[in-house]
């Protein structure tokens, strides 16, 4: 079973940048969207950015101007570049990756995680 690995979180004080990146254990073919969530304590999980397979993005409205998307195909990775990053921005962030099976199924994977604080 394939699996996404994570890396780029950790402790950065307000108004610090970091890079988070995700490639997958082994190869997924047929990738379409790829994409980073994250989830605060006491609270639901929610997208901060996908990028489909042709490289359009979406961001959420509390991370648009701060934080870019990307992608390298070659490599079926995503990253994750944060900057301005301020308290709020604490939570594990999850990347996803959405796989075509064929022209009408999807299988969807997750990594495990990668904690983000920011504090002074």
């Known amino acids: 079973q394939v699996q996404l690995v994570e890396s780029g979180g950790g402790l950065v004080q307000p108004g610090g940048s970091l890079r988070l990146s995700c490639a997958p254990s082994?190869?997924?073919?047929?990738?379409?969207?790829m994409g980073w969530f994250r989830q605060a304590p006491g609270k639901q999980r929610e997208l901060v950015a996908v990028?489909?397979?042709?490289?359009?993005?979406n961001y959420a409205d509390s991370v648009k101007g701060r934080f870019t998307i990307s992608r390298d195909n070659a490599k079926n990775s995503v990253y994750l570049q944060m900057n301005s990053l301020n308290p709020e921005d604490t939570a594990v962030y999850y990347c996803h990756v959405k796989q075509n099976i064929d022209s009408v199924r999807l299988r969807e994977y997750w990594g495990q995680g990668t904690q983000v604080t920011v504090s002074s």
């Open positions: 990028i489909s397979s042709v490289g359009l993005t």
């Open positions: 082994g190869i997924i073919f047929g990738i379409n969207a």
